[in-house]
C-alpha cells in the first residue's frame, strides 16, 4: 500500500557558491526546505523547495503546522487529488509565495517516491521526451562584474562548450549595458546563444527603450524586464520588439501563465517548480505553453529542472546555476554542453545526507 504513514519537514542553509548580484538584489544564500514521506509499504520519498535568504522559516511553518497534517492516511499515487486537498487547504494564503513553496516541498516528495515505486528516472514517468538538454551558464553574467570580466567569463564558457550565456542588465545608464552586451556578442561571434536578465528592475517604456539598443545583439531573450504582475506592459515589449520576452520565475500559478500566453506576452516561458507549487503544476504550465508553440527554459533548480526539460518536448534550456553541490554527493552529467537526464529512479538527485544533517537549521 502507498499509504502515507509519516511526513518530516525541515530547514537547510546553503551558502552560495558566488557572489551573485542583479538589478534588484544579491542572493544571500540558499534557504532549502525539505519534506520527507515514507509510506506503508517502506516507501520513501524526498523533496524540496528553496529561496534566496527570506522566508524559509515562514514556509517550515506553514508546513508543518498545516500541510502535514493533511498528508498522513493519504494515498501518495494520487499526487494531483493532494495537491488539490492542500491547496485548498491553503486558499486563505494563495496565490503566493510561501503556499507555493511548501506545496513544492511536498509534491516533489510525493514525485520521487511514484517514481521510486515505479523504477522510473523522473523524467520517464512524466513524459521521456528526450534524454538531454542544452545548458546555458548565467554564474559568468553577474551585474556587479566589469566589462571585462564579463567577456572573459563569457568566453570561458564557449570555450567549455556552453552553447549559451545570460548576462544581467539594469545599469543606470541604458549606454552601458548596451556597451557591455555588446563586447560580449563582439568576442563570441554571432553563432552563440546571448541572453539578457532585467530582473523585473524596469517600467515598460525604459524596457523598449533598451530593448532597442539591444536588439543589434541577436539576443535570445529579454528576460524579466518588468515586474511579473505587469502583464499589459510586457504585451506592450512583445509587440515593440523582436527578441522574444522570456518571464515566469516570479509567478506563481498556472493561471498567471495562462494569461501571458493568451495575450501573446511571452516568448519564453521559465516556471520554476519550486515557486509554481511543485511538478504537478510545472507539467500543466509546460503544455501549456506547448500548445501555445513557446518554448520552456526553466528558472534556476537544474538538478531538478534537468528531468522535467527531458520529460516535455518544448523544452530548450536548462539555467546551469551550481548551488548544491554542498549537499549532493554527485554533479549533473554534462557532455557537450548538454545536462544527460539521470539514470536512477526518482528524482535522480544523489543527496549527501550526512551533509543535510551538518547543515540543519535548528
Not at 48 to 53: K, L, S, V
Not at 87 to 108: E, F, K, P, Q, Y
Not at 211 to 239: I, K, M, N, S, T
Request: hydrophobic share 45%.
Amino acid at each position: 500500500m502507498s499509504t502515507i504513514t509519516g511526513a518530516e519537514a525541515y530547514l537547510v542553509d546553503i551558502p552560495v557558491e558566488t557572489v551573485r548580484t542583479d538589478a534588484v538584489q544579491a542572493f544571500l544564500k540558499q534557504e532549502t526546505l525539505f519534506v520527507e514521506v515514507r509510506t506503508a509499504d517502506g516507501g520513501h520519498g524526498t523533496g524540496y523547495a528553496y529561496t534566496i535568504g527570506t522566508g524559509g522559516t515562514a514556509v517550515l511553518a506553514l508546513l508543518r503546522d498545516y500541510l502535514l497534517p493533511h498528508l498522513v492516511g493519504r494515498d501518495a499515487a494520487r499526487v494531483e487529488a493532494v495537491w488539490r486537498d492542500l491547496h485548498a487547504a491553503t486558499r486563505a494564503t494563495a496565490v503566493g509565495a510561501i503556499t507555493s513553496l511548501a506545496l513544492a516541498a511536498i509534491d516533489t516528495a510525493l514525485w520521487d517516491l511514484r517514481a521510486r515505486a515505479a523504477g522510473l528516472p523522473l523524467w520517464v514517468l512524466a513524459g521521456g521526451a528526450k534524454d538531454r538538454i542544452p545548458l546555458y551558464d548565467t554564474e559568468g553574467g553577474w551585474l556587479h562584474l566589469t566589462e571585462d570580466e564579463l567577456v572573459a567569463g563569457a568566453k570561458a564558457s564557449q570555450a567549455a562548450g556552453w552553447p549559451g550565456v545570460k548576462l544581467k542588465v539594469g545599469k543606470p545608464n541604458p549606454a552601458e549595458d548596451a556597451a557591455r552586451i555588446g563586447a560580449v556578442r563582439a568576442a563570441l561571434g554571432d553563432h552563440f546563444d546571448v541572453m539578457v536578465d532585467a530582473n523585473q528592475s524596469l517600467t515598460a517604456a525604459e524596457a523598449i527603450r533598451r530593448a532597442r539598443l539591444l536588439e543589434p545583439h541577436q539576443l535570445a531573450w529579454f528576460e524579466e524586464p518588468l515586474p511579473a504582475d505587469d502583464v499589459a506592459g510586457h504585451e506592450l515589449l512583445a509587440r515593440a520588439t523582436s527578441i522574444p520576452v522570456a518571464v515566469g520565475e516570479s509567478m506563481y500559478s498556472i493561471g498567471q501563465f495562462a494569461e501571458y500566453l493568451r495575450r501573446q506576452a511571452a516568448g519564453v516561458v521559465q516556471v520554476d517548480v519550486a515557486r509554481i507549487g511543485g511538478i504537478t503544476p510545472w507539467l500543466k504550465v509546460a503544455h501549456l505553453a506547448e500548445a501555445c508553440n513557446v518554448v520552456v527554459c526553466p528558472h534556476f533548480l537544474m538538478e531538478l529542472h534537468v528531468s522535467l526539460c527531458a520529460a516535455v518536448p518544448n523544452s530548450r534550456y536548462v539555467e546551469h546555476i551550481p548551488q548544491l553541490r554542498a549537499i549532493t554527493r554527485t554533479d549533473i552529467a554534462i557532455v557537450d554542453g548538454h545536462a544527460l537526464a539521470p539514470g536512477e529512479p526518482g528524482l535522480g538527485i544523489d543527496w549527501d545526507r550526512d551533509a543535510i544533517e551538518d547543515r540543519r537549521v535548528a
